[in-house]
């Protein structure tokens, strides 16, 4: 167990619909990293939170959205949602800003678009 | 754009033996590699970062070399079991982190 909690586990929804993915970073931990994993992409970075403010931005869509909230969780906001979105989404987090520090990955949010 | 290379066929070892994974990149220098191990339907799960400087870095049976001139690194498990068996990812770092596809390895015994 890493620490990092994310919720839900699992969402199906529907074309052109939004969704909201949470995350908790491990106690202590001050960034959070968004990922999405699908077969054919691997593992992309999308986003990253430091205290609160935007670090880092990787290949995040428009229709994504992130933040991180005073007690630092965060949240992975996805709209108008297209078949393609359907992913793993993994939360990690790290206890400071650079990115050679340890990582920690959260169990994901396996998203369905139908 | 910066890529990161890993074979994307399974590798099967029996047990006991070393198993080597190869990771390479192109089209950039990162300062720092990183290997995650990731279990299906779970998070990857981080083991041993390697700096552009460093040629090798151990950890009990793990081992990585980075080879700046190949743009190469390897990954090694000494003494395999059947519970290394797992997807191992690469990921290259400079501001971000960029992950390879990963390698399925199959220890048998």
């Known amino acids: 167990d890493s620490g990092v909690t994310q919720t839900p586990k699992h969402l199906i929804t529907a074309t052109g619909q939004r969704v909201t993915l949470r995350c908790s970073p491990r106690?202590?931990?001050?960034?959070v990293y968004w990922y999405q994993q699908s077969l054919d992409q691997g593992l992309q970075f999308l986003i990253q939170?430091?205290?609160?403010?935007?670090?880092a931005k990787g290949n995040i869509l428009e229709r994504f959205s992130a933040q991180q909230f005073p007690d630092l969780h965060s949240e992975l906001n996805l709209s108008s949602l297209e078949l393609g979105d359907s992913a793993l989404y993994f939360c990690?987090?790290?206890?400071?800003?650079?990115?050679?520090?340890?990582?920690?990955f959260g169990p994901g949010t396996r998203l369905t678009v139908l | 754009s910066q890529k990161i290379e890993q074979n994307s066929e399974a590798l099967n070892i029996q047990e006991g033996k070393t198993a080597t994974l190869t990771c390479n990149y192109t089209?950039?220098?990162?300062?720092?590699l990183q290997w995650y191990r990731q279990d299906p339907g779970r998070g990857p799960v981080f083991l041993l970062l390697?700096?552009?400087?460093?040629k090798e870095k151990r950890k009990e049976r793990l081992k990585v070399t980075f080879d700046t001139t190949l743009k190469q690194s390897l990954f090694h498990i000494t003494a395999s079991q059947p519970a290394d068996s797992a997807t191992y990812l690469c990921?290259?770092?400079?501001?971000?982190?960029?992950f390879g596809k990963g390698t399925m390895l199959l220890v048998s015994p």
């Open positions: 390697i700096r552009e400087n460093e």
């Open positions: 939170y430091y205290n609160g403010e935007e670090r």
């Open positions: 990690a987090s790290s206890v400071a800003s650079a990115h050679t520090d340890t990582q920690y």
């Open positions: 106690s202590g931990d001050l960034s």
């Open positions: 990921a290259a770092g400079y501001s971000t982190l960029t």
């Open positions: 089209n950039y220098s990162p300062a720092y």
